[in-house]
């Protein structure tokens, strides 16, 4: 009886969202379209697919050893609707190449004070335990992978609204409203 409840729970757990395996021993999770490069001491690069992986948004590479990043347009090349990449707590990443992204968002610790740098942690799996049994750890790591998603729609809402209040936007918004009126007008 007891294996049947742990089955069924698993079972219900995974039609929410379904995560599997992918580039570089990453996960990508469909639900919330990222794939998930978390926790490596030795990755130093991002490895990746030989065709195009399409349906991910967004690369969590926290806590790693990144250095720099493929070129831009090899990643859109292979993740065609990537949005942004994320390599906070990779103390090694080269914020000299941040300029050759201009369609991804990359977030970084560059030009961070060291206290505006988060601790970002992902629940990795972990064996099975008398405190936590696998579906427990299994729970556990998605739990932390969907909190991290989470956090990263914040800063990249963030990272927008600073970029929404730029002089050049504005100026854009309102050159863009005064044409649309002279349209109405015209119509009128």
Request: negative net charge; proline residues 3%; contains cysteine.
């Amino acid at each position: 009886m007891f294996f049947r409840s742990v089955f069924f729970l698993t079972l219900i757990f995974f039609t929410n969202a379904y995560i599997f395996k992918c580039v570089g021993d990453c996960e990508c999770d469909t639900d919330d379209e990222t794939i998930h490069c978390h926790n490596k001491a030795d990755r130093e690069v991002l490895q990746l697919p030989e065709k195009r992986l399409r349906g991910f948004h967004y690369i969590g590479m926290t806590n790693n050893d990144i250095r720099v990043l493929p070129s831009e347009e090899m990643l859109l090349e292979k993740f065609p609707e990537l949005q942004a990449v994320d390599v906070e707590g990779n103390i090694n990443f080269d914020c000299s190449t941040l300029p050759h992204y201009t369609k991804v968002q990359v977030l970084s610790d560059c030009d961070k004070k060291p206290d505006e740098i988060m601790s970002i942690n992902v629940y990795d799996v972990k064996p099975a335990d008398e405190d936590c049994d696998s579906s427990c750890q299994l729970k556990r790591h998605y739990d932390s992978l969907h909190a991290y998603v989470i956090k990263l729609w914040e800063m990249l809402k963030e990272k927008f609204e600073v970029i929404n209040k730029t002089q050049l936007v504005t100026d854009i918004r309102q050159w863009f409203a005064e044409i649309m009126a002279n349209l109405r007008n015209n119509n009128a």
